[in-house]
C-alpha cells in the first residue's frame, strides 16, 4: 500500500513557505485575552515566526510543499 501521502490539510492551511523555503506560522492566543499579555508579547503575536530547522522537514512532508 505504499504509494502518495495525502497533503494533512490542517497543517497546510496554517504554514507558509517562502520563495527561499523558509516555513512561517502564526503566533496562537491571538484572539481574546491579550490584555493580560505585556505589550511586548501583544507585539510579538503580530508577527509570523519561523519554524525550527528540524521541525520544518516534518511539516514540508505533510503539507506536501
Not at 23 to 44: A, E, M
Amino acid at each position: 500500500m505504499s504509494g502518495k501521502m495525502k497533503t494533512h490539510k490542517a497543517t497546510a492551511k496554517r504554514i507558509r513557505v517562502t520563495k527561499t523555503g523558509k516555513v512561517l506560522k502564526r503566533h496562537g492566543g491571538q484572539d481574546h485575552f491579550n490584555s493580560r499579555d505585556s505589550g511586548k508579547i501583544v507585539r510579538k503575536k503580530r508577527r509570523d515566526t519561523q519554524l525550527s530547522k528540524a521541525f520544518t522537514k516534518t511539516v514540508k512532508e505533510l503539507a506536501k510543499i
